[in-house]
C-alpha cells in the first residue's frame, strides 16, 4: 500500500501506518526517510533497501517495508494523539 500524500513529519507518517494492512512497501524517498526515523527511535521494524547509510541521500534508497508498529510506536501515538 502506498499514500498518494507525504506527511509532514514521521509521526504524523505513523499515524497514517496504523490503519495500513502490513507489510507496507514504499518507494518515495521522503517516506523512506521517515520510516528510517521512525526506525530510529524504535517505533517501527522495517527494512529499507540497499542498507541504511546515514551518509548517503535518502534519494539513494530504492525502498522500504514496514512490517509493523511497534510498542514504542503505539505509545508515541497515544502520546501525541491521545
Not at 500524500?5 to 512497501?25: C, D, G, K, M, S
Amino acid at each position: 500500500m502506498m499514500f498518494p500524500i507525504v506527511p509532514a513529519t514521521p509521526i504524523e507518517y505513523l499515524l497514517e501506518l496504523e490503519h495500513a494492512r502490513f507489510p507496507v512497501h514504499v518507494r518515495d524517498p521522503e517516506l523512506i526517510q521517515a520510516i528510517a526515523t521512525l526506525k530510529a527511535l524504535g517505533c517501527v521494524e522495517a527494512d529499507i533497501s540497499p542498507p541504511l547509510d546515514l551518509r548517503s541521500s535518502f534519494r539513494n534508497y530504492e525502498s522500504a517495508v514496514v512490517v509493523k508498529i511497534t510498542s514504542e510506536g503505539i505509545t508515541e501515538l497515544a502520546l501525541a494523539y491521545g
